[in-house]
C-alpha cells in the first residue's frame, strides 16, 4: 500500500498565480479530505467527498479555492488568484468513509505564496 | 515540516523513559478518539484509538487511557525512543458525526533527549 500521495511536495509562486495540488487517495477508500495546517490555525478541513460527490465545502476559506475529485483515484485542489496568506501546508487524507475507520494522511504540498 | 506552532506545549524525556502525552477534550458527545503522530515534514500517521465503551487499549509501547468522567485522554509510550520525537495530537469525533467531524487538538512535541 502507498499510502496517499500528494503532489507536488513543495510549491513556490508569485501572488496571483494559479496553484494546483494534487492527491491520490489509497485504492479503495472512499472518502477523501483536504486540510489545511499553519501555525496559527492548526488542522483545519476545508472539503471532504464521499464517492467522489463533494459533501461538505464549508472549510473553504473563498471563492478562490475549489476542488474536484474526477475519480475515485485523484482529486485537485486549485487556488486561483493565490495569496501570500495562503501559504500553508495542504493535506489530503482519505478513509473507508465509516465512523471508526481513522484517515491517513498524505506527506502535504507546503506552499509558499510569495 | 510547517506542522506545529511555536508555543506548543513540550515534553521533554529521556531516551528509555516513559512518555505521557495529555490531551482534554470538551464535546462530552465525543465517543471516538484518536492518536496521530506527526513527524517533521510528513503527514499525521494514525497511532491509536479508542472508542467511549472502554478505558483503556494497548498497542505496541503504547497505551491510550480515556477518562470520561473528567473528558481526559492520555496516550503512553512505554521506553521511548528517538525516533518518537514528534508532534502528538489527539483527535475526536462525536457520537452523531463521521470523519469529516474530527476536531484536533492543538498537539504536544515530545523531545527525546540521549
Known amino acids: 500500500d502507498a499510502g496517499v500521495i500528494q503532489s507536488p511536495r513543495h510549491e513556490v509562486t508569485e501572488m496571483g498565480q494559479e496553484v494546483t495540488l494534487r492527491c491520490k487517495p489509497i485504492?479503495?477508500?472512499?472518502?477523501l479530505f483536504w486540510y489545511r495546517q499553519t501555525m496559527m490555525r492548526g488542522l483545519e478541513l476545508l472539503i471532504y467527498f464521499n464517492n467522489n460527490v463533494p459533501i461538505d465545502d464549508s472549510g473553504m476559506p473563498e471563492d478562490r479555492f475549489s476542488a474536484k475529485m474526477p475519480n475515485a483515484s485523484f482529486s485537485t485542489l486549485k487556488i486561483q488568484p493565490s495569496e501570500p496568506r495562503d501559504s500553508a501546508v495542504y493535506f489530503c487524507?482519505?478513509?473507508?468513509?465509516?465512523?471508526?475507520?481513522?484517515?491517513?494522511f498524505g506527506n502535504g504540498t507546503r506552499l509558499t505564496v510569495t | 515540516g510547517e506542522s506545529v506552532g511555536l508555543h506548543l506545549p513540550t515534553l521533554s524525556v529521556q531516551e528509555g523513559d516513559n512518555s505521557i502525552i495529555n490531551c482534554a477534550y470538551s464535546n462530552s458527545a465525543s465517543d471516538y478518539f484518536i492518536w496521530y503522530k506527526q513527524e517533521s515534514g510528513k503527514g499525521p500517521q494514525f497511532i491509536i484509538d479508542?472508542?467511549?465503551?472502554?478505558d483503556k487499549r494497548q498497542g505496541q509501547r503504547v497505551t491510550v487511557l480515556l477518562n470520561k468522567t473528567v473528558k481526559h485522554l492520555s496516550l503512553q509510550i512505554a521506553a521511548t525512543q528517538p525516533g518518537d520525537s514528534a508532534v502528538y495530537f489527539c483527535a475526536e469525533i462525536p457520537f452523531t458525526g463521521t470523519a469529516s467531524k474530527l476536531t484536533f487538538g492543538t498537539g504536544t512535541r515530545l523531545q527525546v533527549t540521549l
Open positions: 479508542i472508542r467511549s465503551n472502554m
Open positions: 487524507a482519505s478513509t473507508l468513509g465509516v465512523r471508526s475507520s481513522p484517515l491517513h
Open positions: 485504492s479503495g477508500h472512499n472518502s
